[in-house]
């Protein structure tokens, strides 16, 4: 019912920015809160935040939330995740999904995309 797919990826120096995209497909984008994660090789994918239907309520994991933020754009059904001041441990495959309720876990999230990859290098 939706397709999500993420660009905007690529190398950065520490420091920098990037702003990633996520175009979701269909008519029903606005029947959902947007979450963007990210997972490193060999590790367990980590929630960054989440923006609900509208937009207008936002919530971001700790070890982001001074540097990223999450927007949408209902009409050209897109969500974005503007990322300043990068870090190396930024570096992950970075993933957007869409969740029905946005108080619902991590866990309960419908649809994903297949991922962007980012490398921050020093």
């Known amino acids: 019912q939706v397709q ?6 690529g190398l950065v ?7 990633l995209s996520c175009a979701a497909s269909g008519r029903t984008f ?19 935040g989440k923006i609900s239907r509208s937009g207008t309520l936002t919530q971001y994991a700790d070890s982001v939330k001074d ?13 974005f ?19 029905s309720s946005y108080y619902s876990t991590t866990y309960e999230y419908e649809y994903w995309g297949q991922g962007t990859q980012v490398t921050v290098s020093s």
């Open 4 to 9: 999500l797919v993420e660009s905007g990826g």
């Open 13 to 19: 120096q520490a420091g920098g920015s990037l702003r």
């Open 30 to 48: 606005t029947n959902y809160a947007m979450g963007w994660f990210r997972q490193a090789p060999g590790k367990e994918r980590e929630f960054i």
């Open 67 to 79: 540097r990223f933020t999450i927007s949408r754009d209902n009409a050209k059904n897109l969500v």
């Open 81 to 99: 995740l503007q990322m300043n001041r990068l870090k190396p441990e930024d570096t992950a495959v970075y993933f957007c999904a869409a969740i």
